[in-house]
């Protein structure tokens, strides 16, 4: 069985974007971006995404296996590209990390922008939780992570 998110478009109401994040782990929104926006982002990373390898390098077969052998996958797109920056400053995404994470901190950064490229015939990713890197937050009464 496969689950469906809600699909919204872009000038849905914030608190409507957090009631699908919160009953359904996540939510869909329609044409977020402005197409010149995602233009300049592709234009900034085609230069990795044509040279960079793929699967896992760590010689690790759980990473391998995690990662999968048709996926590229590569960070730092903040460093890579301005418009990454514009992209995680969009209001709505803004809007949806602030309501989310400032109930529990008094500040918040970004611990990786990550891009994944998935392959021709590559294995789905087995079910995880990026939380997971951080045990200690990973209790029923921890903050969003």
Aim: hydrophobic share 40%; with cysteine; aromatic share 6%.
């Amino acid at each position: 069985m496969r689950a469906e998110l809600a699909v919204l478009p872009s000038d849905a109401e914030l608190a409507e974007v957090i009631g699908h994040v919160n009953e359904e782990g996540g939510v869909i929104l329609r044409d977020l971006l402005g197409s010149a926006l995602i233009d300049r982002f592709r234009e900034d990373i085609t230069s990795e995404t044509e040279t960079h390898g793929s699967g896992a390098t760590s010689g690790s077969e759980r990473m391998a296996e995690f990662w999968g052998s048709q996926t590229k996958r590569f960070t730092r797109l903040g460093w890579r590209s301005q418009a990454f920056e514009d992209i995680m400053l969009a209001p709505t995404l803004r809007g949806v990390a602030d309501t989310l994470l400032l109930p529990s901190c008094d500040d918040y950064w970004l611990n990786t922008g990550q891009m994944m490229i998935i392959g021709p015939g590559e294995s789905a990713q087995m079910w995880h939780r990026d939380a997971n890197n951080w045990p200690p937050l990973c209790k029923p009464d921890s903050p969003e992570v």
